[in-house]
């Protein structure tokens, strides 16, 4: 009579490192995305053949800076059908990563391509000089990531609040942590509307805002959690049946 032997597939980390060497491109990929990845199994996987595994390794919150240096250079493209252009996969996951270190920032914040640049204005661990630098660049969208950083300067959320792309002033009027003098310059009601969804804006600017004549600036106003009592049960009898809707069902809340 036969015994019956158990398996044991070993620990997560050997099984890990196993599939990190499996044929099928798609089981490296979901290995080097994974947070649990031997260092070994990352280091390997960063030399994969696949650029998005190498992608997938540069995603990895636990990929070390050392790695994460050495696909800095990573030249991978996939063709974006939405932007109809090619997009370096590789290094915007690498200008993401909250583990790469300043020198690498740095290095693909000068990047030629601007969705790099972009990607790395977007990072919170990058220093206030080089954000001064991005502040101007050419590319709204690196421009739009830095109005967007939780870690950007006060003093560059004010100038960029007087930038030319209404798309960048709004994501400027939406940072928590822009000064309200800035807020109040711009009188467009797209700009208007993002000032009104701050959830730092005091209740006094959004009970002004709550009697502008657009019902998007007047919903916002109704959304908006620091939103007094008194304006959303005015709101609440707006002739806007958005506005009201949204007034009543913070009024519940």
């Given at each position: 009579m036969r015994r019956k032997v158990a398996w044991d597939p070993g620990t997560p980390e050997e099984i890990l490192r196993v599939l990190a060497r499996d044929p099928v491109q798609w089981v490296r990929e979901a290995v080097a995305g994974n947070a649990k990845a031997s260092q070994d199994a990352l280091e390997r996987l960063a030399a994969?053949?696949?650029?998005f595994v190498r992608a997938a390794v540069a995603m990895n919150s636990q990929t070390p800076s050392r790695i994460l240096e050495m696909l800095a250079g990573d030249e991978m493209v996939d063709y974006d059908s939405t932007l109809?252009?090619?997009r370096y996969?590789?290094?915007?996951?690498?200008?993401?990563?909250?583990?790469?270190d300043q020198e690498t920032l740095e290095y693909l914040a000068r990047d030629f391509d601007e969705h790099v640049r972009a990607a790395a204005a977007s990072n919170p661990l990058m220093r206030a000089e080089l954000m001064s630098r991005l502040a101007k660049d050419v590319s709204w969208l690196v421009r739009n990531n830095i109005a967007q950083n939780p870690s950007t300067p006060e003093d560059l959320l004010v100038y960029l609040s007087a930038d030319r792309i209404m798309d960048v002033r709004a994501t400027v009027a939406s940072n928590p942590k822009t000064p309200q003098a800035a807020l109040a310059s711009d009188k467009s009601w797209e700009i208007r509307e993002a000032v009104a969804r701050n959830i730092n804006l005091s209740e006094n600017i959004l009970e002004?805002?709550?009697?502008h004549w657009s019902w998007?600036?007047?919903e916002a106003v109704a959304s908006n959690p620091r939103t007094s009592a008194k304006t959303l049960k005015q709101l609440a009898q707006d002739p806007d049946q958005s506005v009201q809707k949204a007034a009543k069902c913070r009024i519940k809340t």
């Open positions: 994969d053949s696949s650029g109809q252009k090619s996969l590789v290094k915007e996951a690498v200008a993401r990563n909250r583990n790469v002004e805002l709550s009697c998007r600036v007047r």
